[in-house]
């Protein structure tokens, strides 16, 4: 590693990776936006569709060990630009792609370039940062890159596509990409383990297959219940990720050190991050298609009014630290995760949601993202340096997962909601054919659909219903979502221990 960097440089290291970081969490919401125009253009088919969102979660969520290896080994420094660079060329090579198949590949590439950078940053700010109070700070700034970029992507994605094409969604990245490569080679260190784990293939092949197979059957059970793809998928994740786990257990110095979830204050830290995600997810998702179905905003007004989000998560993420060193990070992270499971129940109890009491819930969910900040923190402290790479493939693939379950899990919650407010034999009672009655009942886009073949009557009539039904899911959603993270606040508390040092230079 190189020797420690002027605080100056530290510093502008950091706006390196949380630049990085925004750039790829942008990416797991910019396409939301983009999608409809991107399917007019392309007319891709409806399993084709399910590939071009779904392409880039999955190899992201399967390269993660991977890639936190190749940076023990090599150095975080190179891999993240290398991954950097497959997010360039796969941002610029949209302006080839003339067909869903190409899109698909696309999105995997980009997918690959984000597993490279994700854990990079965050075993890099380690390195950078071997000062624990410097260090927390700087987790601070990284962590609020999730909820503005989480936030940003939508907003930019909308403004570009209203300005210039779906294509644009993509092109964004680029120059971001070239600053960030030349940024990071003058400023970043290299970042290598002082002992890597030795090379084992046969593990990594197991991690990513049974990822990939994990995100897969949390999204095909979710979408369809038990069927087929999802219960093959779900063998098969048990089977790979067992076999993977027993592996990397016996080995003294396994690729991944599984071992650092035995230590309490890591595994809070990992909840924390995976109930976070699991409540963002979820609220980003619903409350997109409530802001525009029945609020009335354009799809670039939906992504301003999740501002309070975004604005909330970077101010707490900033405070977080100081906090912490006041009244523990174990109060920090149960109350990070406290506040937004009371914000879905404010969401929850509202017979009727209204935005003032959406943005009270959007607001306590920013205010969450100030855990994530100390749960990095908290995570890095209890590893060891050596082995940053393993704990920054743990918390990210916590984020992975958390995100895929607050979408699959929460939102199926609410898609279930809005089918039951809308029941088949009101429907067909209204004349409608089963296939409107199929499509109504599929989502409030299909609602609407449907109801611009009928006479405005009948139409006014489905769309209110509609929008209520959808009403009802976002409320049903907020009860669920405030017993998710309300439990977890509890049992990060009790798994938390009473008194841990985040200031600490480094773990043994």
């Known amino acids: 590693m ?25 990416d797991m919401t910019i396409l939301n936006v983009a999608l409809p125009e991107l399917t007019a253009d392309l007319r891709p088919g409806s399993t084709e569709v399910l590939w ?21 080994r090599w150095g975080h420094r190179y891999v993240l630009v290398a991954g950097l660079v497959v997010f360039g060329v796969a941002s610029v090579g949209v302006l080839l792609a003339t067909s869903p198949g190409a899109v698909i590949a696309l999105r995997a590439l980009l997918g690959v370039g984000g597993a490279m950078i994700m854990p990079a940053t965050l075993s890099l700010i380690r390195h950078l940062f071997p000062d624990g109070r410097e260090r927390a700070l700087a987790l601070g700034i990284w962590g609020s890159m999730a909820g503005v970029g989480a936030a940003l992507g939508p907003i930019l994605g909308g403004l570009m596509v209203e300005l210039f094409s779906w294509h644009a969604a993509f092109l964004i990245n680029v120059p971001v990409v070239l600053v960030a490569v030349v940024a990071a080679l003058a400023l970043l260190p290299r970042g290598r383990a002082a002992s890597p784990a030795p090379w084992d293939a046969v593990a990594l092949v197991l991690s990513f297959v049974g990822m990939v197979a994990l995100v897969l059957a949390i999204k095909e059970l979710a979408k369809h219940g038990v069927e087929a793809t999802g219960v093959v998928a779900a063998a098969v994740a048990v089977v790979a990720l067992g076999t993977f786990g027993r592996r990397t257990l016996s080995q003294e110095r396994p690729i991944l050190e599984l071992r650092l979830l035995g230590r309490p204050q890591v595994g809070a830290g990992v909840l924390t991050a995976l109930a976070t995600m699991v409540g963002m997810a979820a609220i980003l998702l619903v409350g997109a298609q409530w802001l525009q179905a029945v609020e009335g905003h354009s799809p670039l007004m939906a992504g301003v009014a999740l501002l309070p989000a975004a604005v909330a998560g970077v101010l707490a993420s900033l405070a977080a630290p100081a906090i912490a060193e006041r009244i523990g990070a174990r109060a920090v992270l149960a109350a990070g995760l406290a506040a937004p499971g009371l914000g ?6 509202a017979s009727e949601p209204s935005y003032a009491v959406f943005a009270v819930t ?61 029941p088949v034999g009101d429907l067909a009672g209204s004349g409608l054919s089963a296939g409107d009655v199929a499509a109504a009942r599929d989502s409030i886009g299909g609602a609407e659909g449907v109801a611009g073949t009928l006479d405005p009557a009948a139409a006014a009539d489905l769309v209110a219903r509609a929008q209520a039904a959808l009403s009802d899911a976002l409320s049903g959603m907020g009860v669920a979502g405030s017993v998710v993270l309300l439990a977890a606040a509890g049992v990060v508390f009790a798994l938390m221990p009473r008194r841990v040092d985040i200031s600490g230079v480094d773990a043994h």
């Open 2 to 26: 190189r020797a420690r960097l002027p605080g100056g440089a530290r510093w502008w290291g950091l706006a390196v990776l949380s630049a990085s970081l925004l750039m790829v969490v942008m």
């Open 362 to 422: 959007l607001t306590l969910i920013g205010v969450g993202m100030g855990a994530l900040a100390i749960g990095s923190a908290v995570i890095m402290a209890g590893t060891p340096t050596d082995r940053t790479g393993s704990a920054a493939a743990i918390e990210e693939t916590a984020y992975e997962v958390g995100t895929t379950l607050g979408v699959a899990v929460l939102g199926s919650l609410a898609a279930l909601i809005y089918r039951d407010a809308l």
């Open 52 to 72: 071009i969102v779904d392409a880039y979660s999955l190899v992201l969520a399967g390269l993660l060990v991977t890639a936190s290896a190749l940076g023990d």
């Open 344 to 349: 879905f129940l404010a969401l929850g109890l």
